[in-house]
């Protein structure tokens, strides 16, 4: 049995051995990797997710039983010293030796660190492993405890470095990024992007230099104090990350004579192999056509390469050309970029998509005949990356007008093709490299049956997760090419979508979960995905409150408040349109000192609670409730807030009272229950103070009354509105925007916001305005008394829940006890209190 050794457990050396132990031949041979650092590999794309749970086990590529199930022997915190070349043989730091007939050299990359006078000072980290996050983690507490306002700079604007940024931002610091470049981002962006992507950052808090040459770093003691860029030119800081490249660990390779580059990396031919035969490297430490790759799917590829070169499969080799297309999110910000997005005029026209103040950045290069995308970049909605990709990446025909594939719908745009007229050789995955005719495949050949079974026979969409959107367009359209019915079925426990649900609740008029379960249902007793489902669907149509069937809702909407990561609740009182009396705000303050609640203004225009135990909830709700105070419903899937600015009440640019119909319009649909949550906004002028463009339902006064804006949302995939109505008067508004979300409440699926139903819709915008101003399908009329009703039968549910001693009974910490959790722990915050972190 030949030995092969795989030298670095990164992610491309775990890749090596799931790939390897995938082929038959796998038996033939032993496998044993190192890995330098003390756990098992580690999804490093994702590392800056460690600052949400601080879970490094939620990181794992997969744990280590994994290896020892699959024959692998892993060997973990033990560095390889040196390589042996004459006699095949590897010695470890701990001085131990083993035997090879393959060796592969996956030990990646380090950061770089510029030779910077005083780099070495006490408060500098490098942003690369766990290890340094735990290090940043531990001394940032440190700096807050002595200073609340304390500031950290990163060295470096690009992708690390933006993420660097989100950490220190994540870590309660003042976050700084420091360029050497006049522009973020130097290697993807173009300067116009840059700039956009800029403005974007900056309005979230982060704090740009560039154009910076660090001279030194400047400290006492041995602990860094501050950056010198020039005489006069000092930027104070107690912590600094940097992240200002990467080299390749190639020392293993170059102390053995293997060749390398000039500047680092171990070279290797289309095999993957390097200069000894017996020796393969991939990933960051490769040296392949003079290019170090930077990014994880050609290091998977190159680890699939060397796989089927080890097992005698030859044929198998790298392509000449490496597509560095990419599309990632920094900071809540889509970032992409494909084929050539830098492009000279000699060799094609670029056409450009500017929207500043909504952070947006479309670019796409085509050919001087008009005929061919040659690549682009997109900041601020990379909705589009992957048929813009596809279109490059097959040579597809584009519209004649190529500015259709970049401008909103509304302007002309979205002339995109079907994805079944894409190549069956398309690669839709290119982490694990699964083209368009495999995953079709899947489903013809009868392997799979939906999208659960694809990713499992394929495992698209397990990498980086940007082809998601894709495979499941994908999938679904070949299951109805066979004749196959899709249905959107909500879980094992019924054969029906979300639609179906509603209209049978809605005619048969069941009034309990149980009654919905055991007339439609497959038996069973429910489970989380469908009892939270058919709780919305009966609060839709009944106006029930989540008081009525507490046991099948979401945690949040069980206990009316949402829980936070230490197991207490924060309590989010409404606040109609963001207005609220001196005596109000003075009643927020007695009662938060009251309860020692930390207290914050959200984003939404009103006061968040935290840190109040379950016990607590009905009492601080009956003080609420005796001040004026209502649910604000932070917890359910529902009306949130309509955001306002103050209007033509103060502001000398006003147009109309903002307030005034923001306060109105969130006192009419308080306590709706939705697929998802639902956020409003009212500016009183075209200059947009209450961000309405960013809300499912969006007005701004212009002269001769209101434009309506409607599908917009944040959150993870943030969406633009698009413009519905213009000059409409205020019971239009109201008539319009009943009708939009009765239709959106009855069809949408569960979890789906209104920009994600609406951009599906078939028709798209000018399919509602047909429906909704038109009334096409003669049902607007019954969407407004279904709304009306829904109005009509409003109830707070803090106020049920307090008067009804049965449903007092589940705000207890134990069923069996009255005493209250005495393992809560929190620390000091800014003249406040926060969880303690967890270890």
Not at 554 to 581: K, W
Not at 724 to 745: C, G, H, P, S
């Amino acid at each position: 049995m030949k030995t092969i050794l795989v030298v670095g457990n990164g992610m491309v050396g775990y890749k090596f051995c799931e790939k390897f132990v995938a082929k038959e031949e796998s038996k033939q041979y032993k496998l044993i990797v190192f890995g330098e650092e003390p756990r098992p590999a580690y999804d490093r794309v994702h590392l800056s997710e460690f600052f949400e749970n601080q879970d490094a086990k939620a990181l794992e590529m997969a744990p280590a039983e994994w290896y020892a199930e699959n024959g692998i022997e892993l060997i973990v915190d033990e560095r390889v010293a040196d390589i042996h070349r004459t006699n095949k043989t590897i010695t470890t730091a701990k001085d131990r030796e083993f035997s090879y007939d393959y060796l592969v050299l996956a030990t990646g990359s380090s950061a770089f660190v510029p030779p910077i006078k005083g780099v070495e000072k006490e408060g500098v980290f490098v942003y690369r492993t766990i290890e340094d996050l735990e290090g940043m983690l531990a001394y940032a507490a440190k700096l807050k405890a002595k200073n609340p306002n304390a500031k950290a700079a990163v060295l470096g604007g690009g992708l690390l470095g933006l993420e660097a940024g989100k950490a220190v931002m994540d870590m309660g610091l003042e976050p700084h990024i420091v360029e050497f470049a006049p522009k973020l981002m130097p290697r993807q962006l173009d300067s116009r992007s840059s700039q956009v992507l800029q403005l974007k950052l900056e309005s979230i808090g982060l704090n740009i230099h560039l154009s910076k040459a660090t001279n030194q770093i400047l400290g006492d003691d041995g602990y860094i104090t501050g950056m010198e860029f020039g005489e006069d030119d000092v930027l104070d800081v107690e912590m600094l990350v940097v992240s200002a490249g990467i080299r390749p660990r190639d020392e293993l390779g170059k102390n053995s004579g293997l060749e390398v580059g000039v500047r680092g990396g171990i070279v290797v031919d289309n095999k993957m192999q390097t200069s000894d035969s017996n020796i393969y490297a991939i990933g960051e430490i490769a040296l392949y056509n003079q290019m170090i790759y930077g990014l994880v799917a050609p290091g998977y590829d190159m680890a699939g390469v060397a796989v089927d070169q080890i097992i005698g499969k030859t044929e198998t080799i790298m392509p000449d050309e490496i597509d560095m297309s990419t599309k990632l999110k920094l900071i809540g910000v889509d970032v992409a970029s494909f084929g050539e997005p830098f492009m000279p005029a000699a060799k094609g026209h670029s056409i450009i998509f500017e929207n500043k103040t909504q952070h947006l950045y479309k670019r796409i290069n085509v050919s001087l005949d008009g005929k061919e995308l040659l690549g682009g970049i997109l900041v601020g909605d990379a909705s589009d990356y992957s048929m813009l990709h596809q279109i490059y990446l097959n040579g597809m025909p584009i519209p004649e007008d190529p500015a259709q594939l970049i401008l909103p719908a509304g302007e002309g745009g979205g002339s995109f093709g079907d994805v079944m007229d894409l190549p069956d050789e398309a690669q839709i995955c290119s982490c694990e490299n699964v083209t368009k005719g495999q995953i079709c495949g899947t489903i013809e050949s009868g392997e799979s049956k939906d999208l659960a079974d694809v990713v499992s026979c394929t495992k698209a969409g397990t990498g980086c997760g940007g082809c998601k959107p894709m495979v499941k367009d994908l999938t679904e359209a070949t299951l109805k090419s066979l004749g196959i019915e899709v249905k959107d079925s909500i879980c094992e426990h019924f054969d029906l979508n979300r639609q179906d649900l509603y209209k049978i609740i809605q005619v048969k008029g069941y009034k309990t979960f149980n009654e919905v379960l055991d007339n439609h249902g497959n038996g069973g007793h429910g489970c989380e995905l469908c009892k939270p489902v058919v709780a919305s669907l009966m609060a839709s149509i009944n106006a029930d409150t989540a008081n009525k069937e507490y046991a099948i809702q979401d945690s949040n909407d069980r206990f009316l408040a949402n829980i936070q990561r230490n197991g207490t609740y924060s309590v989010v009182p409404r606040v109609p349109g963001g207005e609220i009396t001196p005596d109000k705000l003075i009643a927020l303050g007695e009662i938060a000192k009251k309860y020692d609640l930390y207290t914050k203004v959200t984003g939404g225009v009103r006061i968040d609670l935290f840190g109040a135990t379950l016990n607590q909830l009905p009492l601080i709700w009956k003080d609420l409730i005796d001040h004026g105070f209502e649910s604000g419903h932070a917890y359910g899937k529902s009306l949130r807030t309509v955001k306002t600015c103050v209007g033509s009440t103060w502001c000398r640019y006003g147009m109309d009272e903002s307030v005034s119909f923001g306060i109105e319009l969130e006192n009419r649909y308080r306590g709706i229950r939705a697929p998802h949550k639902i956020k409003g906004g009212v500016s009183g002028c075209i200059r947009e103070c209450a961000e309405a463009r960013g809300k499912d339902f969006g007005l701004i006064a212009v002269e001769g009354g209101w434009n309506l804006y409607l599908g917009g949302n944040g959150g993870a995939t943030p969406r633009h509105a698009e413009l519905f109505a213009e000059q409409i008067d205020n019971e239009t508004v109201i008539k319009y925007i009943d009708r939009y979300l009765m239709l959106y409440m009855r069809t949408a699926k569960p979890l789906q916001r209104t920009a994600a139903w609406q951009e599906r819709l078939e028709g798209g915008l000018n399919y509602l305005k047909e429906v909704i101003i038109d009334d096409k399908l003669g049902i607007a009329e019954d969407l407004e008394n279904e709304m009306q009703t829904l109005v009509n039968k409003f109830e707070c549910e803090w106020t049920q829940a307090i008067n009804d001693p049965e449903m007092m009974k589940r705000f207890n910490h134990f069923v069996n006890s009255e005493e209250e959790d005495d393992n809560l722990v929190f620390v000091p915050l800014r003249e406040q209190k926060m969880p303690e972190k967890w270890v």
